[in-house]
Structures are given as structure tokens and as C-alpha cells.
């Protein structure tokens, strides 16, 4: 959180075993990307379904990433690029960037990292590379 905006969310212990049917979403109903978990025992299912052409305005770019192996240290950075907090992530964790603010990675051990985002990237227009400690207070 930075203020009242939320930046990122990280999700742990989804190897934990399944005790029951469930679906929690760790995001608002109004933000503009979702994070759930959707939980199923054995022989169950979900019903099929389509989800409709609904035209949406986003600002920003939001990312999930899967730490598919090894750990990182992700360090959360609010718009005015300001330091915000730290999370360190393992294998099986997802962490989700909202769209507001930045981030960046520190490698302590290899590691693999699968990136899910909006596109289309727009390549010298879609990020700002900043160094850390340039940002406000």
C-alpha cells in the first residue's frame, strides 16, 4: 500500500493441500486486475462458461508473475518512485503489480519468473528505468 493505493499483492502457500471447494479473490472487485484463488476437491468442476466483450479503459500496465523456481526479493516503489516495502518470494509464489508505482528484483539464487501482463508493450514508451534512492520521500 502507498497511501490508500494498493501496488502489489503477493500470494503465498498455494501448495497448500485442498480441504475444500472455494473461490477467494485477494483483489477488489473494482480493480482493474484480479487476483483469485479458485480451490476444487476431486470430481468436481466448474461449470462452463464465455466471458462477454466488455470494452474496459485501463491506465497502466498490470503484471502477475509466477516465481516458477528459486526466490527473488521484489522491491515495491510507489508513483513518485519512492520506496515502499520489500517481499521476498519463493517458488510457487505469485506476485501481482497493480499498475501504479514501480518495481524491481534482486536475485540472491537462480530463479525463473513467468510474466503475465497487459499488452501490447509499446517498447521506449511503456517503462522508466530509474535507480533506487531517486525517488520522493
Known amino acids: ?3 490508500q493505493t494498493l501496488l502489489a499483492v503477493l500470494l503465498s502457500g498455494i501448495d497448500d493441500p485442498v ?3 472455494s473461490t ?12 483469485g484463488v479458485i480451490t476444487r476437491l476431486a470430481d468436481s468442476e466448474i461449470v462452463p462458461h464465455v466471458h462477454h466483450p466488455i470494452e474496459r479503459h485501463v491506465v497502466g500496465t498490470c ?8 526466490s527473488v526479493d521484489v522491491d515495491i516503489y510507489g508513483p513518485d518512485k519512492s520506496f515502499v516495502e520489500s517481499m521476498h518470494a519463493s517458488s510457487g509464489d505469485v506476485i ?3 499498475g501504479v508505482g514501480g518495481h524491481g528484483f534482486r536475485f540472491s539464487e537462480g530463479c525463473r519468473l513467468i510474466e503475465i501482463k497487459q499488452g501490447p508493450y509499446v517498447e521506449g514508451i511503456d517503462k522508466e528505468k530509474f535507480h533506487r534512492g531517486e525517488g520522493g520521500a
Open 1 to 3: 500500500m502507498h497511501g
Open 19 to 21: 480441504t475444500s471447494d
Open 24 to 35: 477467494e479473490f485477494l483483489t477488489e472487485d473494482d480493480a482493474q486486475f484480479q487476483l
Open 63 to 70: 503484471e502477475a508473475l509466477l516465481v516458477a523456481c528459486g
Open 96 to 98: 501481482v503489480f497493480m
